[in-house]
């Protein structure tokens, strides 16, 4: 599919200055989009203009919360596309927090759907989910008709934020497709903590000389994407009719335990460490075990496929953090 289709277009990316939000944000102001990026900077959910470094002059930034409505009505007005991405993504605080958790991944998830069917009912919305909705899997790989029994909080929040954008898909029409997304790592994802995922503190911990804690046995098994690999799915999710309504599984063909992912990350920055250490008592909790998708029916409408091997792309990631850090501490 040919993405020259985003030239001379609107777009409004929420979560803009987030990881994968600025990542978008980068390629369609790359593609000739005209692009804003909205974003609350509240700093426990990962934003920074940092990561936009370059881009300031070709994006425009606007610092506000999703949870205003009002500021949600104005800025989808003469919108072609929303990639809706801003979130509360971690699991733990939305389990110490549930209400916040609450307004952002459905509260505010509405006020922008309303917004849309107001003011701009013409717009083609992508929404980032997650696999996080299935919870502990029946089987696998986990393919789209899978159960949804979540763990956690925010797994049903993100699962009722997916289904108010199909549900305003099916009754009023506004052209909505939800991708839901594995372990998403690479340049500029939040390394502080591991608030976004737990390859964030990894990779902190690997450059500051500290062991990589590995939970459990390090037998979980886990797929991942490279970001580019994520932003070319929501891009073409964006420009195909034929995906409206529709909910895809994103996934690698590669699978690995934890305790080997570690072993692959101390390989190539070529020092480091690692320890098997117990789940701390609130994490067991909510740990969903082995997970991989199934993710064929994305591949066979859209044509889409991951091309960033997990060795290289965990390369880039961690180069990029060696100059970076100082940005993201």
Sequence with gaps: MDLEGFEGKNVLVTGGLGFIGSTLARTLADLGAYVIAVDSLIPEYGGSLFNLKGYE???????????????????????????????????????QNPYVDLDINCRAQLFILEACRKYNPAIKIVYASTRQIYGKPDFLPVHEDHILHPTDVNGINKMAGEWYHILYNNVYGIRACALRLTNTYGPRMRIKDARQTFLGIWIRNLIQDKPIEVWGDGLQIRDFNYVDDVVDAMLLAALSDDASGKVYNLGSPERVNLKDLAAIMIRIYGEGRYRIMPFPKNRKAIDIGDYYADYENIRQALNWNPITGLEDGLAKTLHYYEAEIKHYL
Excluded at 73 to 94: E, K, P
């Design 57 to 95: 002059d070709r994006i425009r930034i606007n610092i506000a919360d999703v949870r205003d409505e009002f500021s949600m009505a104005y800025l989808v007005q003469r919108q072609d596309y929303l990639f809706n991405l801003a979130g509360q993504t971690s699991h733990i605080d939305s389990m």
